[in-house]
């Protein structure tokens, strides 16, 4: 076995080089700026990154149609043990994932054109998405409220308003969690477009940023 073989390094790192490169684009350049949301930013990465030499390191075993399906398999029913993955962040882990398979598991006679096609085809409807068709990025907060009486159907006009001048934000709809009627208090999941109001919570609680559940 030969300490090192020019040719197949030389394959890894392109390989490595580009996805790295496209998973940059779509994490840090696309994602991140939009949900400042640095959970995931280190998640993405690392499994990116992982998912690609796995599937490298392996290529020579016969497996290679059944290890991505398998991946994709293992990964698309993760669950954090506290809240789940959002829509959202489940889609951008499929796409680093896929992107990660097919840079590593794309036979050696592909020609580099379509390779690199395929990675930046995946990067443009991403970011077409994101910033040209659906410029109105929809978020979510979850406030702790005092005002309990507020929450009777025939009050929400009123609790609506109230909510828009205390958090200083035009917010478009609520959802009612728990209510604590010991504490008289009541958790609500706020919606609100954030291209608007980005400022306004960019040094919020990092606890806010990871509650995905009321």
């Known amino acids: 076995m030969a300490f090192i073989d020019i040719t197949n390094f030389t394959q890894l790192f392109v390989r490595f080089l580009l996805n790295t490169s496209v998973l940059f ?22 499994v990116g990154t992982m998912v690609f030499l796995l599937c490298y390191m392996l290529e020579n075993v016969q497996l290679q149609l059944g290890l991505a399906l398998g991946l994709f398999a ?29 840079n ?32 109105k990025n929809e978020s979510n907060k979850i406030v702790i409220y005092d005002k ?4 009777k159907p025939e009050n929400h006009e009123m609790l609506l308003d109230d909510l828009k001048k205390r958090i200083g934000i035009n917010i478009i709809r609520f959802e009612i969690g728990r209510i604590d009627f010991v504490k008289n208090t009541v958790r609500i999941k706020v ?16 606890e806010w940023k990871n509650s995905d559940e009321l």
């Open 74 to 102: 293992i990964f698309g029913i993760i669950r954090y043990r506290t809240n789940a993955i959002p829509i959202k962040e489940m889609t951008y882990l499929f796409i680093v994932i896929g992107l990660s398979v097919i």
């Open 191 to 206: 919606y609100y477009f954030e291209s608007a109001n980005e400022a306004a919570f960019e040094t919020e609680n990092e």
């Open 148 to 151: 309990i009486e507020f929450i």
């Open 25 to 46: 684009i779509i994490i840090r350049l696309l994602y991140y700026p939009l949900t400042k949301r640095k959970d995931y930013l280190f998640t993405y990465f690392l």
């Open 104 to 135: 590593a598991l794309t036979g050696h006679g592909l020609n580099i054109i379509a390779l690199l096609f395929t990675n930046l085809a995946v990067t443009f409807i991403a970011f077409a998405l994101e910033r040209i068709w659906l410029l």
